[in-house]
């Protein structure tokens, strides 16, 4: 399957409910579910590569996969909440927990893994660190992808300058070109690798040019995290994250400056304890597009090798 397949569940909140949407990869009856989730202003295509790529490893090696990229609330094709308050990781999470209940209607989930970007890793880590979830498998490999228990206060206020206050752009190149600089941190990018990946940010303005996807209402609970708050919910992402029983891979920008290399060491010896993986010349975050970070992906979710193999001695 060359393009994905969007498809919509229904989740409930205060308001009478809203729709996620979210994109299906490869074989919608395969036992195997990898659910990849974006970061805080992107959106489900921005896996397009690593879904082709798990794809043609999973082909390669016999074996049904299926792919399920979903757009958050208020981004890409998912409706855009009433309440803009409702944009906090239990709206997020729930929603998740729906969706992973119509995909196991679909067809019995066996194995289940989560890629997660940013925003997207603390949704799979509160899904893997939290027992007591209604899932229909247990995550069997969690790739964290630049995030961890601590976020880096200047990178909350960096994003914070620019979530929700993109405007519009005369045409999708020049809206390419806006985010590419809001972006530095995501690495370099041939300009056809840079434009795949904007071409789905955008939506047409009403007056005229182009707009971010997602709804700019999401900063509105953003704005109100101040350094105490953020500081305060450390500790209950620690206890989630040391209750992970998910074979862990964490990615980490070797620039980043939203996932120290304190926090990233601190990780390798606690919880899951996950290999750790850098990569060079990136900051927040690595997108998977380049081959390397895609292939570290493919071949930690695809190895033939027994999960305990590849997991550091406890």
């Known amino acids: 399957m060359s393009e994905p397949v969007l498809h919509h569940v229904s989740c409930p909140d205060a308001a009478g409910g809203h729709r996620m949407g979210y994109w299906q990869w490869g074989d919608d009856g395969a036992p195997h579910l990898v659910v990849c989730v974006h970061g805080l202003s992107r959106q489900g295509r921005d896996f397009d590569v690593l879904a082709r790529a798990l794809l043609a490893r999973a082909a390669a090696q016999g074996t049904a996969l299926r792919v399920v990229c979903p757009d958050v609330v208020g981004r890409g094709e998912s409706d855009w909440l009433a309440d803009p308050l409702g944009y906090q990781f239990p709206t997020y999470v729930a929603d998740m927990l729906a969706m992973l209940g119509r995909l196991q209607g679909q067809a019995r989930i066996g194995t289940f893994d989560w890629v997660g970007t940013s925003m997207g890793g603390l949704i799979g880590l509160t899904l893997a660190g939290m027992p007591d979830l209604p899932l229909p498998a247990p995550v069997r490999r969690l790739v964290l992808n630049d995030v961890g228990p601590v976020i880096e206060w200047e990178a909350l206020a960096r994003i914070g300058r620019y979530l929700g206050q993109f405007g519009t752009a005369a045409t999708v190149e020049a809206a ?87 926090t990233a060491q601190a990780m390798c010896q606690r919880g899951p304890r996950p290999r750790l993986i850098e990569f060079a010349g990136v900051g927040h975050a690595p997108t998977l597009v380049a081959t390397a970070q895609a292939t570290a992906v493919v071949d930690f979710l695809l190895s033939p090798l027994p999960a305990t193999q590849e997991r550091r001695p406890r």
Not at 206 to 213: A, E, L, N, T, V
Not at 231 to 252: K, N, P, S, V
């Open 176 to 262: 390419a070109a806006r985010m590419r600089e809001i972006s530095a941190g995501f690495g370099p990018h041939t300009d056809d690798e840079w434009l795949a990946l904007s071409r789905p940010m955008m939506r047409p303005a009403p007056d005229g040019g182009w707009r971010m996807h997602y709804d700019p209402a999401i900063a509105v609970p953003y704005a109100q995290v101040t350094q105490a708050s953020a500081a305060q919910g450390e500790a209950a992402l620690w206890h989630m994250y040391d209750q992970i029983q998910a074979d862990t891979l964490l990615l980490r920008g070797a620039e980043s400056d939203l996932l120290s290399t304190a």
